[in-house]
């Protein structure tokens, strides 16, 4: 059996979930992103997500830390926070951009690479000396209290799990069933020696941008449920839970995101 008939059979599992997402990205899509524009939303989005994603690898830069950086770069450090901190948040700003403006590119292992090798461009080496930023790792991995595969064996798959990836999304499967299956399989394998969270969140969101979906933004608060999901795929063999989760995270996004516009429409009283 191939993975289009298990995406077949997971979009049917998931009917109401994907029911709920695609009703509320429908709003989601004519009331924030069409009103505020692609550039403005884009930075919006690129700005959130970056302080997110990073913060879930332990950078301590607040949303507004990441917007004072974007908007002034590294002539401007936020106080309080490392130099190391705001060179990796600006190569994750670096690959944010390349993924979103190769919306084009087959989803393929050069791909992969090249946004691991922009997310660690300028912190791998402080953080593994010796190790070559988007090349696999050539030492079996650790993270947290998991100890992954052999690496090699693990690295072995890589391939397999971008075709596979690639093909399911010319299939027209659902975007959002394909990114979680993936962003599980991938951190499955964890290939490189730094940056594999970073790295796939980003083409998660490939993945969706590509189908022209809103970003999936999974917040620092969120973060235990998060790695939980994850965990629940090497311990029950399942990746059900991830791909509830996704759908979850999505819509509490859209739907909080909404609510605000809601509320900040409403008119106000000045005297």
Not at 58 to 72: A, C, H, K, P, Y
Not at 239 to 247: A, N, P, T, Y
Request: aromatic content about 12%; charged content about 25%.
């Amino acid at each position: 059996m191939n993975i289009s008939f298990f995406l077949f059979i997971f979009a049917a599992m998931f009917e109401k979930e994907i029911e709920e997402y695609e009703l509320i990205r429908q709003e989601y899509q004519q009331k924030i992103a069409e009103k505020m524009g692609k550039q403005q939303w884009m930075e919006y989005n690129e700005i959130l997500f970056s302080a997110h994603s990073c913060a879930i690898e332990g950078n301590s830069f607040t949303v507004d830390d990441t917007r004072i950086l974007r908007e002034q770069g590294m002539a401007m450090i936020p106080v309080g926070r490392s130099l190391l901190e705001c060179t990796e948040m600006a190569d994750h700003f670096r690959a944010f951009d390349y993924m979103a403006s190769h919306l084009n590119h087959p989803f393929d292992e050069a791909l992969l690479k090249e946004v691991n090798r922009l997310v660690t461009e300028h912190t791998l080496s402080y953080r593994v000396p010796g190790a070559i930023a988007g090349e696999y790792t050539t030492e079996d991995m650790a993270a947290g209290d998991t100890v992954f595969g052999d690496h090699e064996t693990l690295i072995a798959r890589v391939p397999h799990l971008m075709a596979s990836t690639h093909k399911a999304l010319d299939d027209g499967q659902h975007p959002m069933i394909v990114a979680a299956k993936w962003h599980g399989y991938y951190e499955y394998l964890h290939p490189f020696r730094d940056g594999n969270g970073r790295t796939g969140r980003l083409l998660s969101n490939f993945i969706l941008l590509r189908a022209n979906h809103p970003l999936l933004i999974i917040r620092l608060e969120d973060r235990s449920a998060y790695i939980s999901a994850l965990k629940q795929i090497r311990t029950d063999g399942t990746d059900e839970h991830l791909i509830s989760f996704f759908f979850k995270t999505a819509v509490s996004r859209m739907k909080s995101e909404l609510s605000q516009k809601r509320k900040n429409s409403l008119p106000t009283m000045f005297f």
